[in-house]
């Protein structure tokens, strides 16, 4: 009879009216109040300091992780690709895909208590437009006219399949103009470090290498929201055994963005009875370990060299040993994204055909058995690029006689140095697919960002007119399907001229405490708003 009632109420809203629907509220309470809870604090774990508070010029996940509290954005996304209203309570896209209309939510204020108004948002995407390294975001952007102070319409050069996911929370916080417009630079502006933001969360406080201290907006714009009174962000830097503990002993709630690597001589995470491990949630990060070559340099500017270290490689074994993960290799576009292909050269162990390319490559085996020497950068994290590289070394140097120096970076800055400024032969590195190919894909293998001095760029220094001509209709294109054509032909194309090769998919992971609720409901994961996060039951009270 229970699991009749709820039909019978929908049926009787439909007929009847409202008032059956509201009795079903209210009965329906005792299972739902849940969602009504507020209070309590939740402390996140992060492995390092944020760059900046201000994500309008800075990509990454820590400072999107923090910025997307702080700060709203026009749009969210859940778990499906759908876009969602967040400031922005409506829009129209034009039918030929040139003008962008946002409604804004009324009487939405920064935490300062100033109205956000449509001047605020077209100053926010003229910001990351000019600043923020990911130059396709905003491309397409030719004007934005603001006829009132909820409105704004984006005027754009051409369509741009990708708009709405470059509103997502993690590319298009909502600066307010009245404080990062007062003639500073930006990109050093004092407020970077003590924002004034838009978001569920305002910024109280930040101790270098020890947390960032967040509190509840009382004047959120979406009602009762958020949940939360805090939220902690602790720094622990690469201090596993620190992580554990406290996640023992419940003081620490949730860490994100982990692989296996580091938890141990099992490479295990820790298990205890009030935490939950989950994959979800990374969905638009798109997480990709390649090794990538500098096509600049001999012997890699042959692409059958590149072939044969492809055909060497057992992308299995790394997921399967190396990360502790069912065999998830991809190519260029992360299986997760709706674009992913998997026509394409998939690599498969072969050996003699490794040999064979070298051979006819002109490289043949000494007196030692070695065909030549060649350099792999890494910097080594919990991402096991050690343990990778290690192996790449052993496989290369036994099975097609190629001897690898292993050259680790002290740090992450020092390796970005030395790669941007193409001073590498191969390297081993994670890059994000960011949502949309246009974001995260484009930057990699479009000739016209071969950028000396920008990490994650075209640093491999690709050039493929026919490729160009591909990302190019593919970056216009509305109808999905001919888009999904023009990228799988792209990938094709790449998975044989192999400027980098894509191993697998980085296992990411979210560790939190069972009763958070409201995680994991985005494709972006972690980097979501975190609003709509309660506890069921605050910790040590069960």
Partial sequence: MVKQIPALIILSYFFVGSFFFQAFVLADDNNNSDL??????????????PPTFNHSIQSGAIPGIIGSQIFASPIRFDK???PLPYLAETWELSKDGLSLTLHLVKNATFHDGQPITSEDVAFSVLTVKTYHPFNSLFKAVER???????????RLKHPHPAIFLCMSPVFLPILPKHIFGDGQDIRKHSANFAPVGSGPFKFIQYVPRKYVLLERYDRF???????????RFKIFGEIRSDI??????????????????????????????????TNEGYEAIGPILWLAFNLKQKPFDDIRVRQALAYTIDREYITNNIHNEKGRSTGPISTKSPFYSDDIEQYKVNIKKANELLDDA????DKHGIRFSATLDFQDSDMGFLAIAQYLRYEFAHKIGVDIKLRAQDTLLSWMKRIASWDFQITLDAVYNWG?????V??????????????WSNTQQYNNPIVDSLLDLAAIEINVDKRKALYAKFQKIVMNDLPVFPIAIIPYFTLYHRDLIGLNDSIWGPIAPFDNVYWRVKPGQR
Avoid at 144 to 154: Q, R, V
Avoid at 442 to 455: A, L, M
């Fill in 244 to 277: 554990v503990l406290e996640l023992q002993h419940q003081s620490l709630h949730m860490c994100p963005l982990l692989v296996t690597m580091g938890f141990g001589k099992d490479n295990k995470f820790p298990s205890f009875s009030h935490l939950v491990i």
């Fill in 221 to 231: 714009f979406i009602k009762d929201r958020p949940y939360l009174d805090k939220i």
């Fill in 362 to 365: 002109g490289y043949p085996r």
């Fill in 144 to 154: 934005i006219e603001t006829p009132d102070t909820n409105t704004a319409i984006i």
């Fill in 80 to 82: 499906n690709w759908k």
């Fill in 436 to 440: 949309d190919p246009v974001i995260g």
């Fill in 442 to 455: 484009h930057r990699t293998y479009d000739s016209r960002n071969i950028r000396k001095g920008v990490i």
């Fill in 36 to 49: 009504l809870k507020h209070g309590g604090e939740l402390v996140i774990g992060l492995s390092a300091d």
